[in-house]
């Protein structure tokens, strides 16, 4: 198994909040995604890296933030946290000479 | 911007019966073709991808097939078995610059013993 973890697992939290979510990878792959899985929408990018302090907007990037500074670490972030955000979230990877993402186990975020 | 449709979003066969999954995608730079395996609790895993250079590819009960004319391309599983079952994710990549998914929206495959 490709090494991608994500942490936290499981997180409850309030409306209004910040929320970061941590994708660590130990495979030194230049490419990083965060998606969201919802019922009836599939997995939707929400923001990619392409590099070290290189990353850019998916298709639901409203509302969330991310940062790399180093290879192995992309954080999701959002900033105040709202029902609608509700989701399960995935960190996905790949680099060359590999096309193939691997994800992580997800981590479920419920804001109340 | 990039799309990716996938049908049905479910699908149910009796166990030994063949499952057609298919997609259409709209970037005409894609140019790589993955599925992806999600069991209950997981994440998604790659089970069979293609390439644009090719219009078949198959491993064991499962093929792919890809017309880049239509933006058409399909999964195939052959003698369908219970462990099947799970939600399978049809993506579109460009395998340059930004190298960006984009998945479908999953179809829930239940095989029926």
């Known amino acids: 198994d490709a090494g991608i973890t994500q942490s936290p697992r499981h997180k409850v939290t309030e409306t209004g909040t910040p929320v970061t979510l941590r994708c660590h990878q130990t495979?030194?792959?230049?490419?990083m995604y965060w998606y969201r899985q919802d019922p009836g929408h599939g997995l939707r990018l929400i923001h990619y890296?392409?590099?070290?302090?290189?990353?850019d907007k998916g298709e639901v990037s409203d509302g969330y933030s991310v940062s790399r500074s180093k290879t192995e670490d992309f954080l999701l972030t959002l900033e105040s946290a709202t029902s609608s955000q509700t989701s399960v979230y995935f960190c996905?990877?790949?680099?060359?000479?590999?096309?193939?993402?691997?994800f992580g186990q997800g981590t479920r975020l419920t804001v109340v | 911007g990039e799309n990716v449709e996938q049908h049905p979003s479910t699908l149910s066969v009796q166990e030994g019966d063949s499952a057609v999954i298919k997609c259409t995608y709209s970037?005409?730079?894609?140019?790589?073709f993955p599925w992806y395996k999600q069991e209950l609790g997981k994440g998604p895993q790659l089970i069979i991808d293609?390439?644009?250079?090719?219009g078949e590819k198959k491993d064991q009960r499962i093929a792919v097939t890809l017309n880049k004319t239509a933006k058409h391309f399909s999964l195939h599983i052959t003698e369908t078995q219970p462990e099947d079952s799970a939600v399978y994710f049809c993506?579109?990549?460009?395998?340059?610059?930004?190298?960006?998914?984009?998945f479908g929206t999953g179809t829930r495959l239940k095989v029926l013993a």
């Open positions: 996905a990877i790949t680099g060359a000479p590999s096309t193939e993402a691997f």
């Open positions: 890296s392409y590099g070290v302090k290189d990353t």
């Open positions: 970037d005409s730079a894609s140019n790589y």
């Open positions: 495979e030194n792959h230049r490419y």
């Open positions: 993506a579109a990549s460009a395998t340059s610059g930004t190298y960006k998914y984009i």
């Open positions: 293609i390439r644009s250079n090719v």
